[in-house]
């Protein structure tokens, strides 16, 4: 039992490279999200997924776009990376539906990424 | 809208001696869950403790306690017995039940423990 993965870990990209970041995990989940942690910030939520083949818009959405086409992987994607979206990402999910309702997120151990 | 707020950018405590780490929140919705979270120097996120909006009693998890104000709208974490190891970024967040299920996180508060 994993729990949520993410890859890669560390990533360095160039302004106007596109990138995919892959989260996972093995939970049964229904709910996926992804976040952004910036230094005084908090986490501030990018997008997030309440079941397979849906997406909606957090509070940072712009310049990301999501997919979930399998329950267990959510991914996110930079289509043309700019300075301000260095970053740390991290993934997280929540809610199994076998075992009755809990809010309670679990989180990936975090990409940090790098646009010059 | 939701908010979180975390008031306390750091604070320190002796080792062994107890620490309240304060959030309040501002939700308009009665059906919500505060959730506080524990980030060490090495980066993940851990969860620590949950207090649903109903429950009739504070929430408790081994050393970790949430006091739980629902009038004032504050979830504070209470640490007892300090370790050198609780030394980290504490976040407070919240959910509500309802409507967009957007999770709310506060900015945080540093905590080092001295020996």
């Known amino acids: 039992n994993a729990g949520v993965t993410q890859t890669p870990k560390f990533r360095v990209l160039k302004t106007g490279q596109s990138m995919t970041l892959l989260c996972a995990q093995d939970?049964?989940?229904?709910?996926m999200y992804w976040y952004r942690q910036d230094p005084g910030m908090g986490l501030r939520l990018i997008h997030y997924s309440v079941g397979e083949g849906t997406t909606a818009k957090g509070e940072v959405p712009d310049g990301y776009n999501v997919s979930r086409l399998k329950k267990q992987n959510f991914l996110l994607g930079l289509e043309s990376a700019a300075p301000s979206q260095t970053s740390v990402y991290f993934c997280?999910?929540?809610?199994?539906?076998?075992?009755?309702?809990?809010?309670?997120?679990?989180f990936g151990p975090g990409t940090r990424l790098t646009v010059l | 809208a939701q908010k979180i707020t975390q008031t306390q950018p750091g604070m320190f405590v002796q080792e062994k001696e107890a620490v309240t780490l304060d959030c309040t929140y501002d939700?308009?919705?009665?059906?919500?869950?505060l959730f506080w979270y524990k980030q060490p120097s090495s980066g993940e996120m851990i969860f620590l403790i949950y207090?649903?909006?109903?429950?009739?009693q504070n929430a408790t998890e081994g050393r970790y306690s949430l006091n739980f104000q629902k009038a004032r709208k504050s979830a504070n974490l209470v640490i007892s017995a300090s370790q050198l190891g609780d030394s980290a970024m504490y976040f407070c967040?919240?959910?509500?039940?309802?409507?967009?299920?957007?999770?709310?996180f506060g900015r945080g508060t540093s905590l080092i423990v001295h020996p």
């Open positions: 939970m049964n989940h229904e709910y």
């Open positions: 207090q649903g909006s109903y429950d009739q």
């Open positions: 997280a999910s929540s809610y199994d539906a076998r075992g009755g309702y809990t809010d309670t997120q679990y």
């Open positions: 967040a919240m959910r509500v039940t309802g409507g967009s299920y957007i999770p709310t």
């Open positions: 939700t308009s919705d009665p059906s919500y869950g």
